[in-house]
C-alpha cells in the first residue's frame, strides 16, 4: 500500500513537525517551513498533528495512487488535479488506487503540503521522518523525492471529508494574484548580540525595507537592503535557533530557517518569532519585509490568539 | 566561578541563550567548559519535559524550552537558580576517549606544510598533536563533527584560502587552535594532516557519536596496515 512519484516536482520533501533533541549531536530540526499550512493539511485529514505530508517548494509533484485513500493540499496556491479533473485546495479528496494526483506550479506563496489520511509511513531517523538533505537524514535515505519513489502508507476506505473555508485560507506572498500592498511584517525579539549593534544601525534596521533575494534555501532567507553591520565582527561560535536573524560583515541580514547549522559564530540582532518565518518562507524573491520589535509578552500573546484561532476555526463537512 | 560572569539573553520566543564568563574577551578556557558541562546537567533535570534541546558552545549554552509547558518567566527564574547555585561545579572533568590517527602526508597533505611552518619535523609535529589532551567544546557545522581545543600555538594554522570540494570521513584536520576529525565526507577548509578509523558518527549506533561536549579527546598514532585493520579506508584526496 502506497503512493508512488511519477514526478517529483523543484523540491519535494517528506516532513513531520522536526527532529527535536537531537542537537548535542548536530542534527538540526529540519520540519515544515510553514509549519501552520501543515498542520491544516493534518487537522483536514483527522491526522496526527505530525504525521508525515510532503513539502513541495513552488509545486511540480504528481503522485500514482496506488491504495485507496484522501489526501489534501495546503500552503501556496496551485492548482490539483485527480486524474485531469480539478480539485479544491484545503479540502480532503478521496482516490483509489490507480488514480493520478497532479499538482501545478505556485502562482502566488511557494511551499504547499500534501497529506494523506493517516500520513506517509516513514521509518523515523532520530526520532523524525522530517528530511534534512545536508544531513542526508529523514524521508527517504536524507534525499528529496525522485520519479518513481515508494512512498508506503496505509489504506483508507472511509474517512469524513472536511474543507476550510476559503474566507479562513491565509494570503501568501506579495507576488502574483493575492499580492498584500503592503511589506510583510517580520516581528522580532531583540536578543543575542543586539546590544552590540549601534543605536542608529539598531534604527536604521527597524525602518527600512528588506527584500527577499533569490539566494535563499531551507537554512536561510538572505535580505537585501540597508546594510546593518555589527561593530564587533569577532565571536566565539554558539547555539542559533530557529528565526534567529544572523549579519554578517557585509551587513546584509540572513534569517535562519529550519536546515540551519545548528551552531554558527555571526552577530545576531535577534529572531523572528516561528510565525513569520513561515510566513517569510512563503515569500518570492522580490518580495519586501520589515522588521519590527515585540517582546516576549507580545510573542507569547501572539502565539496564543493564532493557537487558539487554528483550534477554535470549524471546518466545513463535505458530503460525498 | 563567581556567577556575577554569567548572563541571560533572550534568543527566541522559546530560548534563552546563557553565557559564561566575558564573552567579548574571545578566551577558550577548559574551566569555563567544565561548569557549561555541568550546567547542562543541571538544565536537563531542572527542565526535564520542558526541555526541547540544548546547544553547549565555548562560553554559551542555548536552552530551547517547550512554551506549551513554561513561559518565559519559569524558563528564566529556572535559569537564573540554576546559575545562583554555588557548589554545582563537581569535578566532572568528562570520559578520556583515545582517538587513533593514521599520522600521514599522503593523506594528510597539510602536515608537512604545519611542520615546515613551525620550523619542526612531521615526527614532532605528530607528537606535539598527540601529546596535548583537547577537550570537546561544542558539537555542530554537521552531525557528529566535534570542536576540540585547544591545538598547541606551534601547530595552529588558518583554515585554507580556497576550501576543498570535499574532505574524507575520518579526516583529521587543524583550524586556528582547534582540531576535528570530519564525521562524513562534505566540504571543507581546514588543514589536514591525517586519516582516523573511528567513526564519530554512527546513525545506526548508540550512542551516535564517540565523545559529547565537556569529554577529553587524546590522540594516538598508528600505521597504516593498523589503520586498514581497524577498518579505515584509503582515498585520494
Same mark, same amino acid.
Given at each position: 500500500m502506497s503512493f508512488k512519484v511519477l514526478q517529483p516536482g523543484l523540491l519535494s520533501l517528506i516532513q513531520d513537525l522536526g527532529r527535536f533533541g537531537q542537537h548535542d549531536i548536530g542534527l538540526t530540526t529540519g520540519g515544515p517551513l510553514d509549519s501552520e499550512a501543515f498542520l491544516w493539511a493534518n487537522r483536514i485529514l483527522h491526522n496526527e498533528s505530525n504525521a508525515c505530508a510532503i513539502e513541495l517548494s513552488f509545486g511540480g509533484l504528481q503522485l500514482l495512487v496506488q491504495t485507496d485513500s484522501y489526501f489534501c493540499v495546503t500552503g501556496a496556491g496551485l492548482d490539483i488535479s485527480v486524474n485531469g479533473v480539478n480539485k479544491a485546495l484545503w479540502t480532503s479528496h478521496k482516490v483509489v488506487s490507480g488514480d493520478e494526483i497532479k499538482l501545478g506550479y505556485s502562482s502566488h506563496g511557494c511551499r504547499s503540503y500534501i497529506g494523506i489520511a493517516g500520513g506517509f509511513n516513514i521509518n523515523p531517523s532520530f526520532g523524525s521522518g522530517a528530511t534534512v538533505m545536508r544531513e542526508k537524514v529523514g524521508g527517504l535515505n536524507g534525499a528529496k523525492l525522485a520519479a518513481n519513489d515508494i512512498l508506503p502508507c496505509a489504506k483508507t476506505a472511509e474517512l469524513a471529508r472536511q474543507a476550510l473555508p476559503e474566507s479562513d485560507w491565509p494570503l501568501y506572498g506579495q507576488?502574483?494574484?493575492?499580492?498584500?500592498e503592503s511589506d510583510a511584517v517580520l516581528h522580532l525579539?531583540?536578543?543575542?548580540? /543586539?546590544?552590540?549593534?549601534d543605536s542608529t544601525t539598531r534604527a536604521r534596521f527597524f525602518n527600512s525595507q528588506y527584500t527577499v533575494t533569490d539566494r535563499s534555501d531551507r537554512m536561510g532567507m538572505r535580505l537585501e537592503g540597508p546594510a546593518v553591520p555589527c561593530?564587533?565582527?569577532k565571536m566565539l561560535s554558539e547555539g542559533i535557533c530557529l528565526g534567529a536573524v544572523q549579519v554578517p560583515a557585509d551587513g546584509q541580514p540572513i534569517v535562519l530557517l529550519n536546515? &540551519?547549522?545548528t551552531i554558527g559564530g555571526y552577530p545576531k540582532i535577534g529572531a523572528i518569532i516561528a510565525r513569520d518565518t513561515a510566513q517569510l518562507a512563503q515569500l518570492r524573491p522580490g518580495d519586501t519585509v520589515h522588521f519590527e520589535a515585540i517582546d516576549l509578552f507580545q510573542a507569547h500573546t501572539i502565539n496564543t490568539l493564532a493557537q487558539l484561532k487554528f483550534n477554535a476555526t470549524p471546518l466545513l463537512y463535505l458530503k460525498d | 566561578m563567581n556567577t556575577s560572569q554569567t548572563h541571560i539573553e533572550i534568543a527566541s520566543e522559546n530560548s534563552y541563550i546563557v553565557y559564561f564568563g566575558?564573552?567579548?574577551?574571545l578566551q577558550i578556557s577548559p574551566e569555563v567548559s567544565a561548569v557549561i558541562a555541568a550546567t547542562c546537567e543541571q538544565i536537563k533535570q531542572r527542565f526535564s519535559? &520542558?526541555?526541547?534541546d540544548l546547544v553547549a558552545s565555548y562560553a554559551s549554552v542555548l536552552v530551547i524550552y517547550d512554551t506549551h509547558l513554561c513561559d518565559h518567566l519559569w524558563a528564566k527564574n529556572a535559569l537564573r537558580s540554576i546559575l545562583n !547555585?554555588?557548589?554545582?561545579?563537581?569535578?566532572?572533568r568528562g570520559q578520556l576517549v583515545k582517538i587513533p590517527v593514521f599520522y600521514s !602526508?599522503?593523506?594528510? #597533505?597539510?602536515l608537512a606544510l604545519l611542520a615546515e611552518n613551525a620550523g619542526l619535523s612531521i615526527a614532532q609535529v605528530i607528537d606535539i598533536h598527540s601529546a596535548t589532551e583537547y577537550r570537546v567544546y561544542a558539537i555542530g557545522f554537521a552531525p557528529g563533527f566535534a570542536y576540540l581545543g585547544e591545538v598547541d600555538e606551534r601547530l595552529a594554522a588558518p583554515r585554507l584560502s580556497t576550501p576543498r570540494l570535499k574532505v574524507p570521513a575520518g579526516a583529521v584536520a587543524i583550524a586556528d587552535r582547534q582540531t576535528a576529525v570530519y564525521p562524513a565526507s562534505s566540504p571543507g577548509g581546514w588543514n589536514l594532516i591525517g586519516l582516523c578509523p !573511528? #567513526? *564519530?558518527?554512527?546513525?545506526?549506533?548508540?550512542? /551516535? *557519536? #564517540?565523545v559529547t561536549v565537556g569529554d577529553r579527546v587524546q590522540f594516538f598514532a598508528i600505521d597504516e596496515p593498523q589503520y586498514l585493520l581497524m577498518g579505515g579506508l584509503l582515498h585520494e584526496l
Open positions: 507576488q502574483g494574484s493575492n499580492k498584500q525579539l531583540p536578543g543575542y548580540q /543586539h546590544h552590540l549593534f561593530p564587533s565582527e536546515d &540551519r547549522q | 566575558d564573552p567579548d574577551s519535559v &520542558r526541555l526541547i !547555585t554555588p557548589e554545582k561545579h563537581s569535578e566532572n !602526508t599522503k593523506y594528510g #597533505p597539510e !573511528t #567513526p *564519530m558518527f554512527n546513525p545506526e549506533k548508540q550512542p /551516535h *557519536m #564517540p
